[in-house]
């Protein structure tokens, strides 16, 4: 498994990276590399073939909380 830090990604076209929730950040440019950065830090990704993006290892714990919650109120409220 490599690992590469944000900073070290190559941008020659958009990479999709994950964030703490559930969703994906699209980086396609050093504006938007940058803005990751300042949001989350120059954190250490995985590169996940079968979904194409990658993977922030660090996350994984807030990323799964976050899942519990949003499966909760969908149990709740409903899901669209």
């Known amino acids: 498994m490599v690992t590469m830090k944000i900073s070290q990604l190559l941008i020659t076209d958009t990479i999709r990276v994950e964030t703490q929730t559930d969703a994906i950040y699209l980086i396609s440019s050093e504006a938007e590399r940058f803005r990751y950065m300042v949001s989350f830090g120059d954190v250490r990704t995985v590169w996940d073939a079968e979904f194409g993006v990658f993977r922030v290892p660090a996350f994984a714990t807030k990323i799964e909380k976050y ?10 409220y409903g899901c669209e």
């Not at 899942?67 to 709740?76: H, V």
């Open 67 to 76: 899942t519990e919650k949003k499966m909760r109120d969908c149990a709740r």
